[in-house]
Every structure is written in C-alpha cells, then in structure tokens.
C-alpha cells in the first residue's frame, strides 16, 4: 500500500462531506487545469492531492461509496505504485471512460458535479451519452470543490513574459494575427477564442514561465476577424517591450473581465460592424480543447457557437525555415550533452564510485551536462531513468523511495529533453549495464528495426499518422511482441514537447504536412525486469529523389549514439544496416567539433563496437 495513505483517506472523506453540501451525489476531478494543458502549475495538480497519483493523464469519479481512478496504458503499472486501490478502482481509460463508469455504478437519477473550467463541451457531452439511460444529470459547480479543501494550495504563478524573436519566428505576430483573421472571414466567424497557451504563445511570439517543462503563460485570447486581440492574462505579467511589440491592436484585460467581455460580446460585435446588427454572429472556438465555460457564457449572450479547430494548431506545427534551423541547432547541443553523458554512464557503470549510481543520480548528471551548453533553458519534460524493472513503467519518475542503484546486469532506459533558446528537444537512449542478455539484445533489435522503417520511410502525402505507427511494430509483433504507447508525437519550437500536430499512433487518421517536427519511438516493456525504447525526432520534408515527387520522407535531427553492446546486426536486413550506419555516421559529423579529445575517442569506440560488428557499416 503506499505510503501517506492515510492523508487521501482523510481528504476523500472531507471531498464527501464537500460534495453533500453541494446537493450533488458525486464529483468528477479530472487531472488538467482551466487552459487543457498538459503539464500543470502546481495549484491545479487537485487530482494528485487528493488521490496521490502523479501522472499527466487520468480523471477520478467519486462517488457517496465508490470511487475510480483511470488513466491509460503508460499509467498502468504507476497507478498500483501511488493509489490506495482501498479508496479507488484502478481503471484503463481506453477502456472504460467516464462515462460508462458513472452509468455502471452511479445510482438512477444521481446528479454528479463538473467544475465548468476543467472540462470541454465534448468532454460532457461524451459524459452524458453513457449518463442519459438512468437519468444521470452532469450538474455544473459554481466553485471547485478540492480547491475548498485545499487549505495551502499554492498560488497562481506570475512570471513575466519575453519574446520571441520574428527573425527565429519566420513571421510577425501581426501577419499571424492577420493571417488566422483571413481565414475567419472566409468562415463568416466575427471572432475566434483561442485558448491553449502554446497556441496563444506562437501566435504572439511571445514566452512566458508560469508552466514548468513549457515556456508558457497563463492567458486567453480573443481574436477579432480585422486582427485586432482581446487578451486575457495578469497585466503584471508584461514589461513595455511587450506590450510596444504588439502593437494597438492589442487590448489588455484582466481575468476579472472575462465574464463581463463575453456577455456583451454581442453588442461588442454588433457595433464594429453595421453588416453584424441584424444578423447572427458567430463566435469560433474548439469544443475538444476549450473550457465550458466559455459555450455557456456566449450562447446567454445570443450568440452562436461554431465548432472550429484551433486554428494555430496547423500553422505552429508547420516549422518555418529558420524555426528548422534553429531546431537543428539546439539538437547538436543536445546531442553533445547526452553523448557526454552516455559516456559518464558507460565509464562509470559498476565501478567503485565515491557515490554509487543510481537513477536519481542519473538525472542530476544529464541535467549537469545539459547546463553547459550557453542556449539551454531547462528539461522539456520531467527526465525519465528507469533501471532495471522501473525501465519497464513507461512514464516513471525517480523518487526517493523508488530510486533504484544502477548495478549488475540489467537495461537502463533514460528518456530526457531540453528547452533551448529556441528550440525544444525529446530523446530516449537504452543502455546495457554490465552484461546484457540475448532476450535483450534480441527485443532491443527488434524495437530498432522498428525505429529504422519509420526514420527510412518514403510515403504519399495522404499517408495517416496510423499508418506509420503500424511500420513500428511489425518486428515486435512477428515475435508476438508490442508496446502500449503511440509512436511519434509533436514537438514544438521552444514550445511544448508535445504538441498537437500529427501523431504517430494506432487511432491517428491525420496526415503530414511537410515541415512537422514529430518523435520517433518505438519500444518494448518486460514488466518487472526492463524496458527498451530508441527515440530521435524527425522533421516531415518532401522526398528530394525526383523519382518519388510528391512523397514525403523524415529527416532524422536528434544525435546521439546507440549503444552497439544491445544491436545484433545479423538481424537487420541490407537496408537497415545501411540506415545505421549513415547514422551513426551523421552522429559523428554533427558533433566531433564541440567535444574534446577524450570524449572523440569514446564516441569513435562506440561507433566501432557492437555486439557483431558496426565497424563494417561505417566502412
């Protein structure tokens, strides 16, 4: 059982008493905040204080004698670590949603509380088809319950804002403003809330710090079809260099004003625009990514909601020119900072150091290196070093009951990023420690074949995400093998490392578009012994042999070396071996240049030793 299981005990019963209070029978807590994000400020991790769980995904569904806690399969193995499974079912949300789950065992006619903030109008309205049959009634809460409980929860952050240079940025913000305002007059829309922050911040190259892991501040934007911008945001946040930046067709207002703003949004429109008077005006927003809040508000205030995709989404995962270039430069950097690394591991595995290695270690050695390259702002994400078993819990985090010595035989899998002035990085290396097995050798091959098809793939430009996840997993799944996690994500520039661009996964049916930055990362979990996964990113860019115009091919920009101790080369075919070996080739040209003579010398040795022999790919 873990520990402190007492405290959520404690705070369960309380979040009953709260919810009996509210003339409700149950209460939903999802793990997110008012913005959709992925990685929260601390004041909005309520599903982590009252159940323990740490994860970036999951929901919670309390009821008078039951609860449930779902995540999905990454979480699987980290649920029964950090949940009290007395207090929670354990449940996978690919599975059973929450819907299903209150229809399975909340009684006819219960009434089940959401604060309006923290969830999308999609999101209750998938709630609610499972609910409708016993008369299940989703009731919006006018406060956030766990935020009453939470008596030292800690403040909003307020860090100031930068910006982001339009050199780097490859467009103003003004010509971004003006270009998504285009495409809301060919859509008849007056205005468009744009609520995910990564969106706000590309939109107006700007940056901010509220956001651990992400260059991000807390805001709403409200975009008027001439380009103009209501942005809601703390006015102390921003420094004059700002606000002059930006421009006239900025208007700065408070969090305070938001209701207001919104319920005259009608007369504020009809105004601007004499056409506007007698007709209908439409308001755009993203019912899967923006708060509820904001569709009940507009629709008192007579005014029609349009279900619009984020209209940043495409344009900010489309790299500019110099975005790539910048991309590419904070990879080498990178790149000399786990090469480094990979070294200190590979000399220093079970050698009789003053301090013994361990996972927690590890981490504060990688992040050390990083610090030293002059670009380097922080991770991209909390590092992931697994050894051993703890490898095989695919978002693990190290902590001081968890850390385990990295010792003896075994895999450890170490998966890591960093933000860089400008852009940002996500990698993940395996390494033998001691004496790797063949089953590991065999199973870390197959999950590089896997890497391999996707990174060499040449493919028509009406090729979906789920597609290429199935090139991953063909060599795992001849050996009845596989992973429960997608393959490839978005990253962004100086931005998040995930971004909501094409995935790589099993249920994607979008497509590429060239200029995309996405991971590659297949991978392979033995659970409670060890876990593999090989991850570079690469930027989706028109195939350049004349023979296949019209195709697009990936441009592998992560540089690193593979460890040679885990690659049986009789496995792969011609191909293969020649993508490997051009690799590891481009490993060396990109970064020879910024490391010393010692560190050249390692990484030519690694490049030359494998567990048959690289050294005949490199010839």
Request: negative net charge.
């Amino acid at each position: 059982m873990p520990e402190n299981t007492p405290i959520y005990q404690d705070r369960v019963l309380l979040l009953r008493k709260e919810i009996l209070k509210e003339d409700i029978d149950g209460y939903i807590i999802p793990r997110t905040d008012e913005f959709q994000g992925e990685f929260i400020a601390p004041y909005a991790q309520r599903l982590a204080w009252i159940s323990g769980f740490t994860g970036s995904a999951g929901n919670i569904v309390i009821l008078p004698e039951k609860a449930v806690i779902m995540s999905d399969g990454r979480y699987t193995l980290q649920l029964r670590e950090e949940v009290d499974t007395t207090l929670f079912d354990l449940e996978d949300s690919t599975k059973t949603t929450i819907g299903e789950w209150l229809a399975a065992h909340a009684p006819e006619k219960s009434r089940i509380g959401y604060d309006v903030w923290l969830h999308t109008p999609l999101q209750i309205e998938e709630i609610n088809k499972h609910c409708k049959e016993k008369s299940i009634t989703l009731v919006p809460c006018s406060r956030n319950l766990i935020d009453a409980l939470w008596f030292d929860q800690p403040a909003r952050p307020s860090a100031k804002l930068s910006l982001f240079p339009d050199e780097i940025a490859g467009k103003t913000a003004s010509e971004k403003c003006d270009g998504i305002a285009a495409k809301l007059r060919e859509k008849g829309a007056a205005a468009c809330l744009i609520s995910a922050l990564d969106s706000i911040c590309w939109l107006l190259n700007i940056r901010g710090a509220d956001i651990e892991y992400s260059p991000l501040c807390l805001s709403y934007v409200l975009l008027h079809d001439d380009g103009s911008v209501d942005w809601f945001i703390d006015p102390a946040k921003l420094t004059r260099d700002i606000t002059e930046k930006l421009g006239v067709r900025l208007r700065i207002y408070g969090f305070d004003a938001l209701r207001g703003r919104f319920k005259q949004l009608h007369t504020i429109l009809s105004s601007s625009d004499e056409k506007r008077k007698e007709s209908k005006i439409v308001l755009c927003l993203d019912r899967s990514a923006t708060p509820i809040w904001f569709e009940q508000v507009v629709k008192e205030a007579g005014i029609d909601v349009s279900d619009v995709p984020d209209p940043c989404v495409l344009p900010k995962a489309v790299k500019t020119k110099s975005e790539r270039e910048a991309i590419h430069n904070a990879h080498i950097q990178d790149g000399v900072a786990l090469t480094r690394f990979l070294k200190w591991v590979d000399e220093n595995q079970n050698t009789s150091m003053e301090q013994e290695m361990d996972e927690m270690s590890v981490e504060r050695v990688l992040e050390q290196f990083r610090k030293t390259g002059s670009t380097y702002v922080g991770p991209s994400f909390p590092t992931i070093a697994g050894f051993a078993g703890n490898g095989a819990i695919i978002h693990y985090r190290a902590n001081e009951k968890t850390c385990r010595k990295i010792k003896g035989d075994g895999l450890l899998l170490v998966d890591s990023g960093g933000q860089y002035r400008w852009g940002t990085t996500d990698i993940t290396r395996t390494m033998a420690i001691g004496t790797p097995s063949r089953e590991m050798q065999e199973n870390y091959t197959r999950v590089l074949k896997g890497h391999i098809t996707v990174a060499s793939a040449v493919f028509p430009k009406d090729t979906t995400g789920a597609q290429i996840d199935a090139l991953a997993r063909k060599s795992l799944q001849e050996a009845g093998l596989d992973y429960a996690h997608g393959t490839g994500h978005g990253v962004g520039c100086y931005l998040c490392v995930h971004e909501q661009s094409t995935q790589i996964s099993q249920r994607e049916k979008k497509t590429f578009s060239s200029g995309m930055l996405v991971s590659n990362e297949p991978g392979y979990y033995k659970e409670g012994e060890y876990g593999i996964r090989i991850e570079n990113l690469v930027l989706v860019r028109e195939c350049h042999d004349p023979e296949k115009q019209g195709y697009y091919c990936f441009e592998t920009v992560s540089y690193a070396p593979l460890d040679p101790k885990l690659i049986i080369t009789d496995m792969l075919n011609e191909a293969e071996k020649n993508w490997l070996g051009i690799y590891l080739g481009s490993v060396k040209t990109h970064l020879f240049a910024y490391l010393n003579n010692e560190e050249r010398a390692w990484l030519d040795s690694c490049l030359a030793l494998s567990s048959d022999s690289v050294t005949a790919l490199l010839k």
